[in-house]
């Protein structure tokens, strides 16, 4: 087969696709979880303390520190053997980014 543009950006992306669809089942699962129970975590608690009387600008800045913490404590060891749990993690905060950023745009801030 010729080497086209096409026939490359398809083997690009069977290397990207491939090793999602290659894991194991109970490794998609669980970052599946992962990543709606952050969703799920973070909707909540910031519902909770919006009826509260809480300032929401030091509210979203300590949820943003404390992901910021876990990407760097992530980068900074090196977890050859937990690479499922680094996953999970980083799926749970990246479902919490993405609740807390939902929730700004329906504030209107």
Known sequence: MQRTRFRKFLNSMLLIINPIISDSWSKRSLIL????????????????LLDKSVNTIVLAASLLIIMEVTIRSTLLIKFSKLKIIVNAINNFRIGSTYALILEAFKLGS
Do not use: A, K, Q, R
Not at 33 to 47: A, E, K, Q, R, V
């Open 33 to 48: 979880l992962s990543l709606l129970s952050g969703f799920y975590f973070t909707n909540s608690l910031i519902s909770f």
